[in-house]
């Protein structure tokens, strides 16, 4: 039996997960007895890292192991590539030519998206794995190889044997053995694990400072699904690592990379919308954070003791029906669409839209990334808002008395 540690830290699969634990136990037992293995897995969830651990640790690991992408090779020239030619096979077949399989002779093949294999060279398949038999493309001479096979699909071969896309006996003859690695939803705990690991291996290879990644940022992104599993995942922590330019990851960070919304929770006792048409939704999201930016206020001078009479809360949304509101916070369709508010006056949702783009906008120093963030739209929206409500001249005036 292999040692699973070193095995674990030779093919780089990290993870502490059950499910990872149980397919670093099947590679265990498998890599080394010469007999074919399936890895099942979705993309992206690492089933070649999984090819090349049964290779290492195989009695053939001082032989090659050749990867045959089967899905990336045309239907017409698949049987050349696998089993090669004889010259004057076809055009273009100027000299005889070794096939995936004869290179990879007493070493291991991976035939990777085996599930895109068209049925006839599927045959040539079965026949080869059952005997070391082939012969090349417009040759009548039998040849042998002396190859391990290990093969890997990111779709269910059952089901394509239910349609007819797959055989039956080559399927029974692959599925012998499988190693199943699980999505990376499916093993959510080693999200951390995989972040450290990635960013110290992409920090340390281009000198970039990492400062790490904040508790509240791992959360968010265990809620996301990752439909790119680990690879995505890698791709993600590179990406945000070079864009924030070695600051430490915060969640809004991590929430604006992914494109991911604010929680609910923070934002659901304001004002709700009733029969939203898509604009009346954007303005929505103006006006919560306008009544936000009064209710800090108003609790600051409350805090302070500051004199004046003291402004009533805005009533809060706490879900239901929304007739419960006062009659001045709800918004319909066929309301006058405008609010009145001690704090506020009366103002149409266009100048409250206004006024909420300006105090945001001055809230954050004129930040137009982090205020687009905030009111909940995209910088393209809010650049069109600008223009629309000529704040740009504000802007500048604001940043020249800054200077």
Not at 40 to 67: D, I, N, Q
Not at 250 to 268: A, C, F, I
Not at 314 to 340: A, C, T
Not at 370 to 397: F, N, P, V
Request: neutral net charge; proline residues 3%.
């Amino acid at each position: 039996m292999i040692d699973l540690d070193r095995l674990q830290k030779t093919t780089g699969i990290i993870g502490n997960s059950d499910a990872i634990k149980q397919a670093l136990e099947m590679m265990g037992q498998v890599a080394p007895v010469d007999i074919s293995v399936l890895v099942t897995g979705e993309s992206g969830t690492g089933k070649e890292m999984v090819a090349k651990g049964l290779h290492k640790f195989s009695k053939r690991a001082k032989y090659e192991m050749v990867t045959v992408n089967c899905g990336a090779i045309p239907v017409g020239i698949i049987e050349s590539e696998l089993f090669g030619h004889k010259k004057g096979a076809y055009t273009g077949a100027g000299d005889d030519r070794k096939g995936y399989f004869e290179t990879a002779d007493k070493g291991t093949i991976f035939l990777d998206e085996i599930g895109e294999t068209p049925l006839e060279t599927q045959v040539k398949l079965l026949r080869v794995l059952e005997s070391g038999e082939f012969m090349r493309v417009g040759d009548s001479q039998t040849r042998r190889t002396d190859v391990r096979i290990l093969a890997a699909t990111n779709k269910d071969l059952g089901d394509l044997v239910q349609q007819g896309k797959f055989r039956q006996d080559l399927f029974f003859r692959l599925k012998t053995v499988t190693v199943n690695i699980p999505p990376l939803r499916q093993r959510i705990e080693d999200l951390s694990l995989l972040v450290e690991r990635f960013a110290l291996e992409f920090t340390r290879s281009n000198d970039i400072p990492y400062r790490g990644f904040m508790p509240e940022a791992i959360r968010r992104m265990k809620q996301y699904d990752w439909p790119g599993n680990v690879r995505e995942l890698k791709n993600f922590v590179e990406s945000i690592l070079v864009m924030e330019k070695g600051e430490r990851i915060t969640v809004d960070m991590v929430e604006y990379k992914l494109g991911m919304s604010q929680p609910m929770s923070q934002n659901q006792n304001l004002p709700m919308l009733i029969q939203q048409s898509p604009e009346q939704a954007e303005r929505e999201l103006i006006l919560r954070q306008l009544l936000l930016l009064r209710q800090d206020v108003e609790t600051i001078k409350a805090m302070m003791g500051q004199g004046g009479a003291a402004v009533q809360p805005v009533p809060f949304y706490q879900g239901g029906d929304v007739s419960d509101l006062p009659k001045e916070m709800q918004i319909d369709e066929n309301s006058h669409h405008s609010i009145r508010d001690a704090a506020i006056g009366d103002m149409n949702l266009e100048e409250l839209e206004k006024e909420a783009i300006s105090r945001t906008l001055q809230h954050f120093n004129n930040n137009r990334r982090t205020a687009a963030k905030s009111l909940g739209m995209s910088e393209r929206t809010l650049y069109r808002k600008i223009d629309q409500y000529d704040l740009g001249r504000k802007i500048k005036r604001s940043n020249g008395n800054n200077g």
